[in-house]
Nanobody, 125 residues
Framework: QVQLVESGGGLVQPGASLRLSCATS????????MGWFRQEPGKEREFVASVTWRNNKKTYTDSVKGRFTITRDAATNTVDLQMNSLKPEDTGVYFC??????????????????WGQGTQVTVSS
């Protein structure tokens, strides 16, 4: 069993930066994939970024490439999402998630078994 708690969300202006953090408890095994997703009201939860625990392989959705960076810290069992040059379309609730085996790939929400409660990110002038 894995528990996840996100933090770091807030209200910022376009062009600003935010750093989200996901604290994990329970055992994180080397085969796990850690992911960040986001969701706006009335829309489906969409993939943002992921990182594999063992070999640090990172995957990003096209709209955040070059602006967002996902990192994982094995010493503290945390996964962070550094978000730069934020845009209004980045607004949403951001969720941290864990995929023990990722059978549908790292960008498919069906791969993820454990989810945090989410943290709100609002980008608005």
């Amino acid at each position: 069993q894995v528990q996840l708690v996100e933090s770091g969300g807030g209200l910022v202006q376009p062009g600003a930066s935010l750093r989200l953090s996901c604290a994990t408890s329970g055992t994180i095994y080397s085969l796990y994939t850690m992911g960040w997703f986001r969701q706006e009201p009335g829309k489906e939860r969409e993939f943002v970024a992921s990182v594999t625990w063992r070999n640090n392989k990172k995957t990003y959705t096209d709209s955040v490439k070059g602006r967002f960076t996902i990192t994982r810290d094995a010493a503290t069992n945390t996964v962070d999402l550094q978000m730069n040059s934020l845009k209004p379309e980045d607004t949403g609730v951001y969720f941290c998630a864990v995929a023990p085996t990722a059978p549908w790939g790292p960008a498919d929400r069906r791969s993820y078994d454990y989810w945090g409660q989410g943290t709100q990110v609002t980008v608005s002038s």
